[in-house]
């Protein structure tokens, strides 16, 4: 490979410039392969050719990094397809799969989606930010839910984006907890490596393995949001 080409690669931002934009998105890509815990100011700043001091005229600090990345994940969930919003199961069903491919197309930046601060303490991730939630209840409302309907709507939504793509996103390798080294108390056997774990006490793990091995969370998200829509459709009947 020429030398050139070499730097290009070591460098993949080399000639854009810095603003807050680029070092966002540097940050996300650096989340994307090394998870939130191993993104650092000095370690971007290496991902960006440039000091790290430099950083500081366009960002706070880690945290504001963090939130940052947060926002630019959650920018286009407004922007669903207008077809989709026809109806409110179309909507909520549009605005599910737009949160799943946050936790698919990036599954260790997700959990900041759900773990970081909302912009209220009565805010629930992962619809997080008021933009998002004002539309979501303002969009049922204009639909017909009652008040209580809009609430239990949004509790029961969340809360089920929550549980799956939380789930979903470990599954593809997102640290859902800070990093730390375990402690070894009293030689605790600590699980480290499950694909060599013995299974020979444990015979109905060992039969059902190769089916618990599968990935069906596509189909399970599509189960459990059908389910979800068709107890909300009943729930609104009464």
Request: net charge negative; hydrophobic share 45%; glycine share 8%.
């Amino acid at each position: 490979m020429h030398a050139e080409g070499k730097d290009a690669l070591d460098k993949p931002y080399a000639g854009k410039g810095l603003d807050r934009d680029v070092i966002v998105q540097a940050a996300l890509d650096s989340i994307d392969r090394k998870g939130s815990q191993g993104l650092t100011m000095r370690g971007l700043a290496l991902d960006l050719g440039v000091e790290a001091m430099s950083l500081y005229r366009y960002v706070a600090g880690r945290e504001d990094l963090l939130e940052a990345v947060v926002a630019v994940l959650l920018k286009d969930l407004a922007d669903l397809d207008d077809q989709l919003g026809q109806t409110w199961q179309g909507y909520l069903q549009g605005l599910a799969h737009a949160v799943r491919r946050i936790a698919v197309e990036h599954p260790a930046a997700f959990p900041l989606v759900a773990t970081r601060h909302p912009a209220a303490p009565w805010l629930r991730p992962p619809l997080r930010s008021l933009e998002l939630v004002d539309d979501f209840l303002s969009t049922l409302s204009g639909f017909g839910f009652t008040d209580q309907q809009v609430v239990g709507t949004y509790r029961a939504f969340s809360g089920f984006l929550l549980g799956n793509l939380l789930l979903e996103a470990a599954v593809r390798g997102a640290a859902t907890s800070p990093v730390e080294e375990p402690l070894d108390e009293g030689n605790a056997k600590i699980p480290s490596r499950d694909g060599q774990i013995d299974l020979s006490g444990s015979p109905a793990v060992a039969r059902f393995q190769p089916l618990l091995s599968e990935d069906r969370s596509a189909e399970e998200f599509e189960i459990s949001l059908e389910t979800l829509l068709d107890r909300l459709e009943m729930d609104l009947s009464q």
